[in-house]
């Protein structure tokens, strides 16, 4: 049998890179997805040396569909269709609320937002 698959966004760094490590550690076939390709690398690549399965698969933006799109199906193609996701991919200002700009509050959800919900149905889809 071939490991299930799960997908992370936003898996180069902090929470995301702590959920890749433990689905690795789990039994998963680890999509460590990124808009920093070099961080996600080096998930991949600690989660290799224990052993355990990971993949990268480039830059990619989770706020734009198409990237989404062209890397689910890199994961479909090399482990297989995914069995798990976890939308982690974010940004957060942490500014108290009376500082919040509407340049912030715009950007946050222009990736918030649509990050997830193309990552949902790409996946769901596939
Ligand atoms: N750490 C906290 O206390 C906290 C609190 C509330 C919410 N969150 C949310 O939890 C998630 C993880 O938090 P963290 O502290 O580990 O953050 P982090 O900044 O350490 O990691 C976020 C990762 O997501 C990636 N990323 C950002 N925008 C992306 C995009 N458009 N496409 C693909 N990847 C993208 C970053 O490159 C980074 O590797 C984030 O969504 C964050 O907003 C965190």
């Given at each position: 049998?071939t490991?299930?698959?799960?997908?992370?966004?936003g898996?180069?760094?902090?929470?995301?890179r702590?959920?890749?490590?433990r689905?690795?550690a789990?039994?998963?076939?680890?999509?460590?997805?990124d808009l920093?390709?070099?961080?996600?690398?080096?998930?991949v690549?600690?989660?290799?040396?224990?052993?355990?399965?990971?993949?990268?698969?480039?830059d990619v933006?989770?706020?734009d569909?198409?990237?989404?799109?062209?890397?689910?199906?890199?994961?479909?193609e090399?482990?297989?269709a995914?069995?798990?996701?976890v939308?982690?991919?974010g940004?957060?200002?942490?500014?108290?609320?009376?500082?919040?700009?509407?340049?912030?509050?715009?950007?946050t959800?222009?990736?918030?937002?649509?990050?997830?919900?193309?990552?949902?149905?790409?996946?769901?889809?596939?």
């Amino acid at each position: 049998m071939t490991a299930k698959v799960a997908l992370v966004t936003g898996g180069g760094s902090g929470i995301g890179r702590a959920i890749s490590h433990r689905l690795a550690a789990d039994g998963y076939a680890v999509a460590v997805l990124d808009l920093n390709a070099a961080a996600a690398k080096t998930v991949v690549e600690e989660i290799l040396d224990k052993g355990h399965t990971a993949a990268v698969f480039g830059d990619v933006d989770v706020s734009d569909r198409s990237q989404v799109d062209t890397a689910v199906e890199k994961v479909r193609e090399s482990l297989g269709a995914p069995a798990v996701l976890v939308n982690n991919a974010g940004i957060t200002g942490f500014k108290k609320f009376g500082h919040i700009t509407d340049e912030v509050w715009a950007r946050t959800l222009a990736i918030n937002l649509p990050g997830p919900f193309y990552a949902c149905q790409v996946v769901y889809r596939a």
